[in-house]
Every structure is written in structure tokens, then in C-alpha cells.
């Protein structure tokens, strides 16, 4: 039987403040937001980072942080599926690019097996019936290529160096010239306390097939258009 329940909450790890609504497996989803987070940055804050592959760095370019499913009243759904656990074997296939495209930088280091149980259980378990947990992962890891956010953000001068800031607003819109939709971008700061690109907010359709027009949901967090902040390289 499905469980419905209301939670009341003020923000998600993410910032996106709405109201959480677990609602089982089952209810259909309007669309996913997908986070792609710059590595550079994380690794350029007090806190720091850790890879997963010793002493391999991540490629530098964007990796998925998260991909989260919602509907258009503002609620969203979060671990959907207690007993549907994540299931490595299901994902061998996948395992390298994950490795690449979705690795954990938090420190200490515990691998990314654990993000991506932990990113299924949330979030990947209530994409069902329309993604299966192979389906979940390998149509983040297709949207994430085909979007490319770091040759989009180069082809418009909008390149990782240690001296320059961007304009929020001119990064937003270098990516929507491009014909992609992006809901915001979050900052984090450097360790002298600089604002620095974090992640940007991209919107998919259910089936994670294409990128979408978002539906404008009030977002806390996000960085406003003025700000000017660093793009750090890895």
C-alpha cells in the first residue's frame, strides 16, 4: 500500500524551498530538476573535496549532483520506496561513467557507491513507474552529454581561470541563448569567502528524455542576476 504523508520543510539540501510530499510509488511525475554541480568549486572551499579514485582527479567538466523529481503545484516526492533498495549489479553497465559523471567529492572519502544508493533511495524510487533504477541512472548520465554546460558556458567566453568573475546573469543567459532552460544557478564560496559558481538548475521532462522550459516554482538559494562570482578551475 502507498504511504502519504505531508512535511512541512524550509529547504532541501539543495535550497529549494517548497513543501515535501511523500507520496509512495506510484504518482506520476511532472518533471525532474537536474543539478550539475562544477567540481572546481567544491574542491575550492574550506570544506574541500575528496575523489573517489586515487590519485585520479574528475574530469574537469560538470557532474551530476543530483536529479530530483517534482510537479508543477510545488511538492515533491522523496524516498518513495523503502524496500526497493539500490542494487549495484543493475548498473555494472554504467559504473564507469558513473564513476566520471556522478562521483562523490565529500570528504572523508566513502566512494560513490553510497551517493548513488543514497540519491536512488531519495529520489530515484519515486521516478518509478516511469524509470527503472538502470533507466534512472543512464538517462542522467545521456542528458548530462547531451547538454555539455561546459562547452555551452566556452563557446561564450565563460571559461574556468583563477582571476576572473562572471556576472550570474550573463552566465544564465549564455546558457539560455543556446536554447537550453535553466532555472538558476547556486553559489558557494571560495576559502577568502569569494561567491563562486556551484551548480547550475536545469529542468527535464518525466521521462528524462530532454531538457524543458521550468515551471518557474519560487527557488531560495539561487544566486541573483548581479552578482558577479568566480568560476575556479579544477
Known amino acids: 500500500m502507498n504511504r502519504v504523508f505531508l512535511l512541512f520543510i524550509l529547504s532541501t539540501a539543495f535550497g529549494i524551498s517548497q513543501i515535501q510530499v511523500s ?3 506510484g504518482a506520476s511525475i511532472d518533471f525532474f530538476y537536474l543539478l550539475l554541480q562544477w567540481p ?13 579514485v586515487l590519485p585520479k582527479k574528475p574530469n574537469a567538466d560538470f557532474i551530476i549532483a543530483s536529479l530530483q523529481p517534482f510537479y508543477y503545484n510545488g511538492t515533491f516526492p522523496k524516498n518513495c ?5 539500490f542494487d549495484l549489479s543493475k548498473v555494472m553497465d554504467l559504473k564507469k561513467s558513473l564513476t ?27 521516478s518509478k513507474p516511469a524509470l527503472t533504477e538502470h533507466e534512472y541512472f543512464e538517462a542522467a548520465l545521456n542528458i548530462k552529454k547531451k547538454v555539455n554546460l ?25 546558457i539560455r541563448n543556446t536554447g537550453l532552460n535553466v532555472a538558476g544557478i547556486y553559489c558557494n ?8 559558481l556551484d551548480q547550475a538548475i536545469l529542468c527535464t521532462d518525466p521521462k528524462v528524455s530532454a531538457i524543458v522550459e521550468c515551471p518557474g516554482i519560487p527557488m531560495t538559494g539561487i544566486c541573483g542576476g548581479d552578482t558577479a562570482i568566480k568560476f575556479p578551475p579544477l
Open 150 to 174: 561546459l562547452n555551452v558556458l566556452s563557446n561564450k567566453a565563460i571559461k574556468p581561470d583563477s582571476k576572473s568573475y562572471y556576472r550570474v546573469g550573463d552566465i544564465l543567459d549564455a
Open 189 to 196: 564560496v571560495d576559502k577568502k569567502g569569494k561567491s563562486q
Open 81 to 85: 520506496d523503502s524496500t526497493n533498495r
Open 100 to 126: 566520471e559523471n556522478w562521483p562523490s567529492l565529500t570528504c572523508p572519502r566513502s566512494g560513490s557507491k553510497k551517493l548513488w544508493a543514497d540519491e536512488w533511495r531519495k529520489y530515484g524510487t519515486c
Open 40 to 52: 572546481g568549486s567544491q574542491c575550492n572551499t574550506k570544506q574541500g573535496c575528496c575523489f573517489p
Open 23 to 25: 507520496l509512495g510509488a
